[in-house]
Structures are given as C-alpha cells and as structure tokens.
C-alpha cells in the first residue's frame, strides 16, 4: 500500500521560500502524477500543482508564478517551493496521488499524506 | 475555474437519520465529481468518485448521485463514525476545485 509522508520546516518568514518533500514508500513515483494541496480557514482546499513521473509539471495559475514542484527519483520524493510567501501561505500542505481521469492530468485523490502545518510569520 | 458550491454548510443529524449534502457546479463537469470525508487533523478520505462510483472499502450507506451541474452525496443510516465534513471536489477541467465543505454534526 503506498504511503505518503510530508517534511519540512512548520514556520518560514515573509518574503522567504516555502519548502517541503514528499517521501513515497510502498511503491514507485513511476508511472503516476503526485500533488500538492493546500488547506487553510480562509481558502478550503485549493490544488497548487502537481508533476507527472516524466518530469512535467502542472501548476494552478494562481500561484504558477511562485511555484515549483520537481522530483528526485533516487529518493522517492517529490518537492514544493513556494516563493515569496506572506501570511496568505499560512495552511496545512497536504500532498497526493491522484487518480486521473484516462487521456488527462486531473483526477480524484485516493492517497493522501498525514499533512503539514506551514505558519508564515517573523 | 469551476467554482463548487455546498448546502448546507452545516447539518445537525442524529444517528439513524437519512441525509443528503447537495454541491453544484458553476459549468458542467459531466461526472467527474468526487467526495471526500475529512476529520480534524486528518487528510481528506475519499468516498464517491466518478459521481456515483464507490471507493473500495467504503461502507454501501454512501451513495452519490447527479451529473452536469447538480450532484448529492447521501448517507442512508448516520453512524457515530460519519460526523465529519464533507467535501466535493471536480476533476473535469485542467485543475481541479473544491467545495467549500459541508460539517455534518451531531444534533
């Protein structure tokens, strides 16, 4: 059964660069697209991006400018760096394997990681 | 984007009680609307995809319903473990939205 686990620091600073990893066990990054999003009290859930195995990625126009999502296959990971974050970053970032939809990139989320809590604050 | 929209925004139900959470869709999404159960401090768990499709696992109480702009998520007899919101989400367009949830509580 595969198993996803977010890691990262829990508090950044305005201005500076949000960074977490995904560590995938119980299976292979190959083959699938794997996510990230994002869930705060003012915004619900909101998709940020995801990247396929092949390298491609996906962002959500709202945040594509400071967004990237990238993969390390000798580690089983995959990776989010937001940039430029202020106090509306503040969420639990949660990542994903989606199920998709045959022909496209966007599906339903059949596993999910435990999630994250990312305070922005100085 | 497809925005998505839930009533009620909070339900009050008793156990054994038979409910129904209502989400629309701002365009057709055809059937590609999924829903979600979520605890406090837990991931989402998805129930229904495809509209009506059952995940694996997931008690037969759950159905859901609806294509286009109109979907239901139903729970026939409420057990103790289904207090919890309830979202729903569209994967029909190039990114995929959420609903604002529905909190399902306990009257």
């Known amino acids: 059964q595969v198993q996803l686990q977010e890691s990262g620091p829990g508090l950044v600073k305005p201005s500076e660069t949000l960074s977490l990893t995904c560590t995938v066990s119980?299976?292979?990054?190959?083959?699938?697209?794997w996510s990230w999003i994002r869930q705060s009290p003012g915004k619900g859930l909101e998709w940020i991006g995801h990247?396929?195995?092949?390298?491609?990625?996906s962002y959500n126009p709202s945040l594509k400018s400071r967004v990237t999502i990238s993969l390390d296959w000798s580690m089983n990971q995959f990776s989010l760096k937001l940039g430029s974050v202020s106090a509306a970053d503040t969420a639990v970032y949660f990542c994903?394997?989606?199920?998709?939809?045959?022909?496209?990139?966007?599906?339903?989320?059949?596993?999910w990681g435990k999630g994250t809590l990312v305070t922005v604050s100085s | 984007d497809i925005q998505l929209t839930q009533s009620p925004s909070t339900l009050s139900a008793s156990v054994g009680d038979r409910v129904t959470i209502t989400c629309w869709a701002s365009?057709?999404?055809?059937?590609?609307l999924a829903w979600y159960q979520q605890k406090p401090g837990k991931a989402p768990k998805l129930l229904i995809y495809?509209?009506?499709t059952l995940e694996s696992g997931v008690p037969s109480r759950f159905s859901g319903g609806g294509s286009g702009t109109e979907f239901t998520l139903t729970i026939s007899s409420l057990q103790p473990d289904d207090f919890a919101t309830y979202y729903c989400?569209?994967?029909?367009?190039?990114?995929?939205?959420f609903g604002p949830g529905t909190k399902l509580e306990m009257k």
């Open positions: 990247i396929y195995y092949s390298g491609s990625t």
């Open positions: 119980g299976g292979s990054i190959s083959g699938y697209y």
């Open positions: 365009q057709g999404v055809s059937s590609w």
């Open positions: 495809k509209a009506s």
């Open positions: 994903a394997r989606p199920s998709v939809r045959p022909g496209f990139s966007s599906g339903c989320y059949d596993h």
């Open positions: 989400q569209q994967y029909d367009s190039f990114w995929d939205t």
